[in-house]
């Protein structure tokens, strides 16, 4: 029988992490182990409040799933005992790193990708104040993409940016709002991020209110990310946005997030693989969704006070593939 362990850890995080719906100081994951014929195999992700989701939530949706498992429940079955989102992504991707394992080859090499190549991530600006916001850029100006997290009204929003873009004067920016815009501030707002050089902003309305952004003239690429879950839905998307934030905690993990970058790209829409603050472990499945992704953001580990062991080795803003040793 296979053996099932399912854990709750907890990594600080390098000072504190904070968006426009508050602060954290740790990531809180959950780890599948998967053990079975000498082969062990691992996922991690990241239960989400925005989505109802919590650790003990979670917990229990995988504990009420293990004789299924442990049973040798494949990857095709995940969906009749997990719903999407976190629970099904740590399954899935344990899942996929248990295959590769026991058959010798990496999990790139069972999908017939070709191998995969560095990835130059963003970088993630906490949300903060004007100054220190415009300090931390400065400081981070080496890095060639910066992400901004902003969503706390116009006028103090574009001070913010203005600080940011001088700060750092030649890298990318990404502005990510996470739902903190209104509507009737989008066409200045928008306008400005062109003026300053944002390369694309983030779900700068509600999920639920963002029927705004139909037919409206977007100067820069604006990007799904609270309105984009998996391939349910997608269409609804098209007209809206330009471009969907792909994270596997979202998707329920590396099968649906391979399956969701192709139907978006049948929709001409642009892709960006994200994550949640996690580490390593939850980064190398979406490194390989994120091959030939227009956007990279799979800073998480660099958030962290201390990644796992081994990690994913980054040079600079530069994400080289993980060692086997840590997945697939």
Known sequence: MRKVTI???????????TISRGSKTSAEVVVVTLEEGGAVGRGECVPYARYGETVDGVLRALEAARPRIEAGLERDGVPEVL??????????????????????????????MAEPHPLVTAYTLSLDTVDAMGA????????????????RGSTEDL?????????????RLIVDANEGWKPEELPTLLA????????????????SNDEALRGLHRPVAVCADESAHDRHGLTELVGKYDAINIKLDKTGGLTEALALAREARGH???????????????????????????????????????DREP????EGSTLLWPPRELWG
């Open 192 to 207: 400005a991020c062109a003026e300053l050089g944002v390369v694309m902003v983030e779900q700068p309305l509600p999920a």
């Open 83 to 112: 719903e999407p989102r976190a629970a099904r992504n740590a399954l899935d991707c344990a899942l996929w790193d248990l295959e590769a394992k026991k058959a010798g080859k990496p999990v790139w090499e069972l999908l017939g």
């Open 7 to 17: 854990k709750h850890e907890s990594w600080p995080i390098a000072g504190s992490f």
């Open 268 to 306: 001409g829409l642009q892709l960006m693989v994200g994550c949640m603050v996690s580490t390593s472990l939850a980064m190398a499945p979406a490194a390989l969704v994120a091959q030939g992704a227009e956007v990279v953001d799979l800073d998480g580990p660099l958030l962290l006070a201390r």
């Open 136 to 151: 931390a850029a400065k400081k981070s100006t080496h890095r060639p993409l910066l992400k901004v997290k902003l969503g």
């Open 311 to 314: 990690g994913i080795r980054f």
């Open 159 to 171: 001070e913010r940016l203005r600080a940011i873009r001088e700060g750092a004067p030649t890298s």
